[in-house]
């Protein structure tokens, strides 16, 4: 066992916890003592709970020595997303315009997590208003990658990537409507589960798109966010797009191998203008795959450049119509790149909105025609590593723009057809930076992502590696 249980794995430290050979407080002090050496150069936390967050160990550490045990994360420290709801504490939402809100209601996927026993460390910083896939914030500042502070984390779940990867959280909820849990996992080598849309509630989260937000975990590895699955997924009266379909065993579906399994690879798109070194990781994940009993297949997809417009018109739309009274009453709160695509949303005519939402269907059946000889599809994240903060930083210069939208090019056709999609940590370039591969799955068939991606780092050791602090 690590003599540093902050090292561990969620399900390793909640079992640990369970059997007595760490106290919650260990572990939360464990936490805040990295939280405390890193967070002066990550700027991964928006707000930081540590008398809080040791009084709860205590309580918890009390409980279970009278056999009160609250739930599978009982005293397991966490922080999320700075975007879901807790009742009594601010909320910002990465912005000025929330800078002071206090929330009356708790999420349902954060209650959920809650209830299961975790104690809470503080919030995670976000880009503002969960619009921007890099992790810059004119308000709070750039979140910065543990594996080089000059580079991005990737957005919009920018401090949850952060710290998850150096061992900050065990897990954090972030959220993806463009890529935004996805990207941060491949930025900063965590693993990151996009869910399907309706698979887990939103209620209490901040919205962004209301037909492409989805809820979900980002972790050490796929079995801890099997576990957090496990506890936040099902119906929610609170939520009447969560849907009804049962949820499966999440952690039993992660003891399967890869064998009988089929596993595409695109054609075209997602392999084609690659960085040399992810195109690298994409062929060593391809190998291990094979190695481990899969049968690798090669696959056309519909055009995906098409779902990917789709899906960035219906997200300008959706999210300008969120936010429409405040880019009327208070346009100069928003910082310059947020304000300026809400803008570019409210141009956008209804017709045009209506004819992508009516594709959504069609997309979805072509897609599914196109993969159904297969259990899942891997791609590339993105096709580069994480680029610096500054050559992303759209205040920085005329390139910026460039770079970010090639950084979301291999997001959004997946967040477009409403899919679930698992990133996995697969690699490093040579100079260190992570490198991520997105399996992509059946509707409401995270199970099958979930056993791909624990099968393929039992093979591997790059979800188990740690950033070292310079």
Known sequence: MSAEPALMSLTSIAKAIAEKRFSSREVTQSCLNRIGQWQPRLNAFIAIEAEAALAAADEADTALAKGNVKGVLHGVPLAHKDMYYDAGKVVTCGSKIRRDFVATTTSTALQRIKDAGTVRLGSLQMAEFAYGPTGHNSHFGPVHNPWNVDHITGGSSSGSGSAVAARLTFAALGSDTGGSVRMPAHFCGVTGLKTTVGRVSRAGAMPLSQSLDTVGPLARSAEDCALLM?????????DPTAVTVPVPDYMAATKGSLKGLRIGVPAAFYVDDLDSEVARVLDESIAVFKREGAEIVRVELPDQRQLSSASQLVLAVEAAAFHKRWLIERPQDYGPQVLMRLQNGLAIPAITYLEAMRWRGPALSAHNAAVAGVDAVIAPVSPVAAPTIAESDVGGGPGAEAVIQRLTRFTRPVNYLGLPSLALPSGFTRSGLPVGMQLIGRSFDEATLLQIGAA??????????????A
Request: hydrophobic share 35%; glycine share 8%; no cysteine.
């Open 456 to 469: 393929f780092q039992r093979a591997t050791d790059f979800h188990d590696r740690v950033p070292k602090l």
């Open 230 to 238: 496990g506890q936040m997924a099902g119906a929610d009266p609170e």
